[in-house]
């Protein structure tokens, strides 16, 4: 939604307050607001300024950027734009029509004493001269306070203190003595006795003849009428709308979903919905229009519409504004840094790109192409480049340079970027062609660096607090009170005192979790409510928090109550209003427009993580493990809480909405269907299913709830996106499995047995340490030595140990494939927070609702024969350098060779095929093969050039469609020694 960050308006009362002097802005004078973050909900709110203060600030581009300045006075828009123009012979004193509260900001008097202080000079000022000061805030609230200073002083400082009165402004003028009025006049000029406004000269001169006074009283009482609606906000909309009809015609319904249109800054915009998830984006700026036709009844109450008649005209609005960029006009202000401004002849104008690792055109060709589309190229990555052109390889490889870039958070994009920059701006197209999982754009990194020094600056906050609400981090670790299986938000503060109300009948449990996602709107919203019941039964409360998901902008409110019924009622009627469906009903929820949607989560009838990690850390000292320290460590790395925290951290998940063990298998296979769909909209090249692709977006977003700042969520109208995506929702299944199998609440834990044995046996998965002096060691350390390739060599790999595994089951469903031809043992990498669901329910293939982007040769499990194209997947890095990798026997028998993406499955593999092989440029010496006893092949031999022409694969993949094709050996545990 095309909403300006900039408004203005004539001010409704006289208590709103300026942000840049912090004195008075009277009613009805002109006010400049700049738009802000709410810091208690997901919005934003106007920071109120006089004119003059205003520009102080900023300098827009246009005044066309500032929302509701075709509604000012023309005198005003003028000043504006001479504002703009920077031809305002006035600039520093115009506050537009603040002169009339002067007075109450500026005073004149003898000093009392000798203690004050010039705040011009920084000299005393003597007891009984005559000092001068102007009001100001010493902090964000109404209280002021007087700043001194000598007369001379003041009039040298009186630009800068945006004094634009005369003597006789200041307060306590009169009580000076004659030759101190005198010397002030002198100073600051004095008011002429008969001045009169210009109003009141107009005034004047209306004759009080009898059709006058009736005109008069008719439109007072039309604007009586229109203004008699309760909120302000719609008294102004309405008569802007009555005077837009009346001016150049009533306005058709949208012509693509019916809805309403309204005028909306530089244009008009549907109101309507396309979907219940999503807000038409109908936007025009020649409207079609209808007749304004009065009803008969409203032209007999009012006089002044009596003589009305239509006549067809059309609105003339200004040329729209691509970008409102805004000109710091002081050092002493922070500026605000917008968005390049987007010129498709030189789209890349203010970007400066750099690019990483082999790519198909050379670094000169790139340059060149940077340089001829407007942008800047550097060798070298800095805090001053916004694009890194790379490819997914070298972010495998997490070279030195791309490891500066994600510390930088700079984004990076694949080769297509250059191509497509020429069709839209750098912003949509960054996303479209993003392939890492970090980065943010440019001119929004800048602008956090620039408000991080402004506040260390201003002494306002440290730079270890900074964005503070904005920081991606674990959420703080609150001990969770559990009562009756079920946690009261601690944010309510009745945690000690109340329980979360249940029905005994019906077994509802009064509590939810809300979302609201409108990509197009901004808008990522949170609705939390709970009804608690004291401990001792005697009183009620409704709780309820919002705010913008993944920060700290948000609110709070708890209502009490004396009798339950009054509560229930309450929380159903908040529920309703919310959602717009009845709480006793939700099971038949239907989705809303503008309403929020009920998440799917388990409401706290988890162990709390802080406990369970206790549990697997500190064990009863009466008691001993039965299983080596080796698989002790083993399983603690498995069930690490913080890694799996750390895990969904790295994927945006908002953890504080969708914490651990509250991930729902329903919600994520709606959330897999979704993917799929997108993944459909996407390939199909219909330029119609853009809304089609936001509304499915906004879905998504909603189900999953993404932490993304005050930035915006990305669409997901991109390849890579969805993979992306789809990654991240097998991992939180992978996750969930973990946690299911930790939590306390499942399981009762026998008091004789120790902890770490009971979370071992429920991975049904023997697991024997290899003993690292033997030859089966041996060989496996060397099989994973000589096959580490050369373009993998940001890290070297340590076998810190090896396990033998033998998963439940599973040799006996292997059985089957025993006698098929070529068994190799191959490598298999993973995070480590994926393999409690490996080692307990084996190497999965995709479910059928995940879309197939992502899957090279479609869904299956892939091998390598090369240990680190694999060990790539475990997403390791320098600060988190322990990995774990498994080696299995896969059944491969006759291999379907390709040598680009195809998509296959276990039903379109060509007859007499068993699995499918990605053949790379690259594979293990076949000299250095090694065959063991029972026939299995050990491909360990160093890489060498597989004479393998026109494939699109560096390694060898391999693919099985059938997961009784593979037999888990060998779970490596390894250390990734990172050079840099």
Not at 287 to 313: G, H, L, M, S, V
Not at 402 to 410: F, H, P, T, V
Not at 565 to 594: C, E, S, V
Request: glycine residues 6%; aromatic residues 8%; contains cysteine.
């Amino acid at each position: 939604m095309d909403e300006s960050g900039f408004q203005a308006e004539y001010a409704k009362s006289d208590r709103s307050t300026c942000k840049g002097c912090y004195s008075n802005i009277a009613k009805d004078t002109l006010r400049l607001a700049i738009m802000v973050q709410s810091p208690s909900f997901d919005g934003k709110i106007p920071t109120w300024y006089h004119m003059g203060c205003f520009f102080k600030k900023v300098k827009p581009a246009d005044p066309q950027i500032i929302k509701g300045f075709d509604n000012l006075r023309w005198d005003d828009q003028e000043k504006i734009r001479k504002k703009i123009d920077g031809t305002s012979k006035n600039e520093s004193n115009d506050k537009s029509g603040e002169t009339e509260s002067d007075s109450k900001n500026f005073n004149a008097e003898y000093a009392r004493s000798n203690r004050s202080t010039c705040h011009g000079c920084n000299i005393r000022i003597e007891k009984d001269l005559v000092r001068l000061s102007k009001k100001v805030s010493t902090n964000h609230h109404h209280s002021l306070t007087d700043q001194w200073y000598h007369i001379d002083c003041f009039k040298e400082h009186k630009d800068e203190l945006q004094f634009n009165g005369t003597a006789e402004t200041f307060l306590g003028f009169n009580e000076l003595n004659k030759e101190d009025q005198t010397e002030l006049k002198k100073k600051f000029g004095s008011l002429t006795t008969n001045r009169k406004r210009k109003g009141d000269k107009i005034e004047d001169s209306i004759s009080e003849n009898s059709d006058v006074s009736k005109a008069k009283q008719s439109k007072t009482e039309i604007n009586n009428d229109l203004t008699s609606v309760e909120d302000e906000k719609r008294q102004r909309k309405l008569i802007e709308t009555v005077a837009d009809c009346m001016a150049f015609g009533a306005l058709e319904h949208c012509s693509e979903c019916g809805g309403f249109l309204i005028f909306n800054h530089h244009c008009y915009r549907c109101t309507g919905d396309v979907t219940e998830w999503t807000k038409c984006t109908y936007t025009t700026r020649t409207p079609t229009r209808k007749p304004f036709n009065i009803p008969d009844d409203i032209k007999t109450e009012y006089e002044a519409f009596k003589t009305y008649k239509y006549k067809k005209r059309d609105r003339i609005l200004a040329p729209v504004i691509e970008k409102q960029v805004t000109i710091p006009k002081t050092s002493e202000v922070t500026p605000i840094i917008q968005e390049p401004t987007y010129d498709s002849s030189l789209p890349l104008s203010g970007y400066v790109i750099s690019s990483a690792g082999r790519l198909s055109s050379s670094i000169a060709t790139i340059q060149k192409e940077v340089e001829r589309l407007g942008g800047t190229y550097s060798s070298k990555i800095d805090e001053n480049v916004g694009i890194v052109i790379s490819s997914k390889d070298e972010i495998q490889k997490k070279s030195k340079k791309l490891q500066d870039a994600e510390k930088l958070n700079i984004h990076i994009v694949s080769e297509e970027f250059i191509n497509e920059i020429k069709n839209d701006r750098p912003s949509i197209i960054m996303e479209k062609c993003k392939i890492s999982t970090w980065g943010i754009l440019p001119h929004v990194r800048k602008q956090t660096k620039v408000d991080e020094e402004a506040k260390i600056k201003s002494g306002q906050q440290t730079s270890n607090k900074s964005d503070s609400r904005l920081k991606k981090s674990v959420p703080d670790k609150v001990q969770l009170k559990l009562k009756d299986g079920i946690a009261v938000d601690p944010d309510s503060g009745l945690e000690d005192t109340c329980h979360v109300l249940k029905d005994t009948e019906t077994g509802d449990i009064y509590t939810a979790v809300l979302g609201l996602v409108d990509i197009i709107r901004g808008t990522n919203s949170f609705y939390k409510m709970q009804l608690l019941e004291s401990d001792n039964g005697r009183q009620w409360f409704v709780f309820r928090a919002w705010g913008r998901t993944g920060t700290e902008f948000r609110g709070d409110k708890v209502d009490e109550y004396s009798r339950r019924k009054d509560a229930i009622d309450a929380y159903h009627a908040l529920f309703l209003d919310k959602t717009g469906n009845q709480w006793l009903d939700r099971k038949n929820f239907q989705k809303l427009p503008n309403k929020h949607y009920p998440l799917e989560i388990d409401y706290g009838q988890h162990a709390d993580s802080d406990q369970m990690k206790k549990i697997l850390e500190s064990a009863n000292l009466n008691i001993h493990s039965k299983l080596s320290n080796s698989v002790q460590e083993l399983i603690k790395m498995i069930f690490n809480v913080e890694n799996m925290q750390q895990a969904l951290l790295s994927f945006d998940i908002d953890l504080n909405k969708m914490p651990l063990g509250k991930l729902s298998k329903n919600q994520l296979d709606k959330a897999y269907q979704i993917l799929t769909e997108l993944q459909t909209l996407i390939t199909s090249g219909i330029t119609t299913s853009k809304t089609a692709i936001i509304d499915a977006s906004n879905r998504f977003y909603t189900l999953i709830p993404h932490a993304c700042g005050l930035g915006s969520l990305p669409l997901l109208d991109n390849v890579e996106l969805i993979k992306t995506k789809t990654e991240m929702i097998d991992n939180l299944r992978e996750i969930e499995i973990a946690y299911s199998m930790l939590d306390q609440s499942n399981n009762t834990i026998d008091s004789s047995e120790h902890p770490i044995d009971v979370h071992y046996k429920k991975l049904k998965c023997d697991l024997e340490p290899v003993d690292h002096n033997s030859d089966e060691f041996k060989l496996i350390e060397q099989y994973m030595i000589k096959t580490h390739a050369k373009t993998h060599d940001q890290y070297t790999l340590k076998l810190r140990e090896l396990f033998k595994t033998k998963r439940d089951g599973e040799f006996d469903r292997f059985k089957k494939f025993q006698k098929l031809d070529n068994h190799q043992l191959l490598w298999h990498g993973s995070r480590t927070t994926n393999f409690a669901g490996i080692l307990s329910q084996g190497l999965r293939i995709a479910p059928p609702e995940a879309p197939v982007t992502g899957y090279m040769f479609g869904k299956g499990v892939y091998f390598a024969d090369m240990v680190s194209k694999s060990a790539n997947y475990c997403w390791t890095s320098k600060t988190s350098p322990e990995g774990l990798m498994l080696l299995c026997e896969v059944a491969l028998g006759k291999m379907y060779e390709c040598y680009k993406a195809t998509s296959l499955s276990a039903s379109t593999l060509p007859n007499g095929t068993h699995s499918t092989k990605g053949c790379g440029s690259t594979m293990p010496d076949p000299k250095e093969y090694y065959h063991t006893n029972d026939g299995v092949l050990i491909p360990m031999g160093h890489g060498v050039s597989s004479n393998v022409r026109q494939t699109s694969l560096m390694y060898n993949e391999y693919i099985v469609y059938d997961t009784d094709q593979i037999n888990m050996k060998y779970l490596l545990r390894l250390d990734f020694q990172y050079k840099y």
